[in-house]
Structures are given as C-alpha cells and as structure tokens.
C-alpha cells in the first residue's frame, strides 16, 4: 500500500492509473476505521482495479460546538486495517493540502441547496456544504471511476450522487448498506464515546426503525408523523438516556418531509446520548405499490 499527503503525487498515481486503463474505485472516509468502512473498501476492492482511501477529518463539516477536536483519530491502526483489506493508496492530506487558504478563507462552495433544507442538514447547517465541497475536492484529485458511501449516512449519500450527476464528475456513486453490531447498532467512530448504559440504550435506535419498519409492512401504516411519534416513544420509554434530535420521514428524490410514506422515502434519526451523536435510517421502495425495506 501506498501511502501519500500531497496533492500532486496523487495526481500523478492516478493519472498514471487511468493511461493504464485501470478502474479506480474511492472511498473517503475520516478515519478511526471500523467494520463499516472495510466494507465500503471490501466492495471498492471487488469492482476496481485500483482502491483510493481517504483519511481526513474535514473541519468544514462540523459547527462551531461539534466535536472536531475530540473526533477519534488514530493513523496507525487506520493504516494497518486499510492495508489488510486492500487498499492500494492511502491519501492523507493535511488541512493546508484541502484548504490551501485554510478553511476559513475558502470562497467557492458546492452548495447543495433544497437537498440540505432537512434532517441533518436542518440541524447541522452548512454541514452538508462542507461535505459536497471536500468530496467534490477528492473527486477532482481522484478521478475515480467509482466512489461509495454507507447508507447509515443517507443523506449524505443521496447528496454526494446528486452532485456528481448534477455537476457531471461522470463518477457512479455506490451506497453500500449499513453495517451493525449484533444488537443492531450500527457502527460509528462515536460509538467510542457511549458509556457502558448509553450504549446498552442506544439499541433503541434500531428497534425505532424496525417498529417503523413494521408498522409499514406488516400494518399497512403509511402516516408519517404517526409512525415518527410511535418511534419517539419507544426511543423515550427505552433510552432515557437519549435525547432526539430529530425523526423525520422524507422522499428519497427530494429529501423533503412527507406526509404519506407512498413512494420512495427514507426514515432518518439522530439521538444523542451524552454528547455523542448517532444516526441512522431505513429506506423503503415501492414496487408495484408494495413496499420494500433495503438499508439492510
């Protein structure tokens, strides 16, 4: 595995890459690498000839009270695991290789309009700008023929493969299911920070969405609000340890709220415990007007 920091030496690899006529497959990431992130490299692995691995800890994406300097970080094990699942470049720019003015003076964002206006996006604002920017920036410095994202990061997702069609990068963007614990928490690098009774509540997370889940399938329910506040409060009667962010229900297309799951939707939550914050979601498909849960 090659590991670079600079921006033109990764040029140079991936130039040489394509004249080879060789795929390339993406996978960005913040590091403090888990089970999730191997299977994004594991699948990049299986369609690329070539496997990029991003390890930065973008500062645009976080608030001023989010946790930027207390985000988990360790380049050493990182390094071991992206070399024992395949990796056979590990990009680790620094901030001054992102943000040659530092990222206070950048002036040219990816905006990512209406598609930020909800969930994460209503929470965490500019959250979303910080991300398209910093992906449309790797993008530009990989070229990849491939890029892929967790589905535990729905929007995100839905965003990052709205950009690269709308501002033609000619990139497929693969969304690779969420991977969980047994309990069915799915991983995170913030998992670190739950206390032994946090995290044994924050299995309420899942079973919020398996109720929505089956109150959709097995129910016949497609109220929204309704399903949200039956979520709400089994999240509240389990994990009083928990304090909802937000539930929230939206088309796939649009990411904006609807009323009446009858196409094409994701259910969205996040749920601090302590200070660290989860999320996580279920997407459900309408074939034939009959629905279809694949986040799993």
């Known amino acids: 595995m090659e590991e670079i920091a600079d921006a033109s030496t990764l040029r140079a690899a991936m130039a040489g890459a394509r004249c080879s006529g060789k795929s390339i497959g993406l996978v960005p990431t913040m590091g403090y690498l888990h089970r999730g992130h191997t299977s994004l490299m594991a699948h990049a692995r299986a369609d690329n000839d070539v496997v990029v691995a991003s390890i930065f800890v973008n500062p645009t994406q976080f608030g001023p ?7 988990p970080r360790d380049l050493e094990r ?9 990796v056979d470049v590990l990009f680790v720019p620094d901030a001054e290789t992102m943000y040659p003015d530092g990222p206070d003076h950048q002036e040219i964002w990816v905006d990512p309009g209406s598609l930020a206006a909800h969930l994460d996006g209503a929470s965490r604002p500019f959250h979303y700008r910080g ?8 993008f530009n410095l990989v070229q990849p023929h ?7 990061d729905g ?3 839905l965003i990052v493969g709205r950009m690269a069609r709308d501002l033609a990068f000619g990139i497929a963007v693969v969304t690779v299911p969420t991977v969980r614990e047994a309990d069915g928490l799915a991983l995170s690098s913030r998992n670190v920070f739950l206390s032994p009774d946090e995290r044994s509540q924050a299995v309420a997370i899942p079973k919020a969405l398996a109720l929505a889940r089956n109150l959709i399938l097995d129910g016949g329910h497609r109220d929204a609000r309704g399903i949200a506040e039956r979520m709400r409060a089994l999240i509240e009667r ?17 990411i904006a709220p609807v009323s009446t799951i009858a196409g094409d939707s994701m259910i969205a939550l996040a749920v601090y ?24």
Not at 238 to 254: K, N, Q, Y
Not at 273 to 286: C, H, K, M, P, Q
């Open 78 to 86: 990182d390094r071991a695991i992206a070399k024992e699942v395949g």
């Open 131 to 138: 991300v398209a920017t910093v992906v449309a920036k790797l």
């Open 155 to 157: 929007q995100q997702s």
């Open 65 to 71: 009270s989010e946790d930027l300097l207390r985000y």
């Open 238 to 254: 389990e994990a009083p340890l928990a304090r909802i962010d937000f539930i929230g229900v939206v088309a796939t297309d649009t």
């Open 146 to 152: 491939r890029a892929y994202f967790g589905q535990k």
């Open 273 to 296: 415990f302590g200070g660290a914050r989860l999320i996580d979601n279920e997407t459900v498909r309408f074939i034939d007007g009959t629905p279809h849960f694949g986040s799993r």
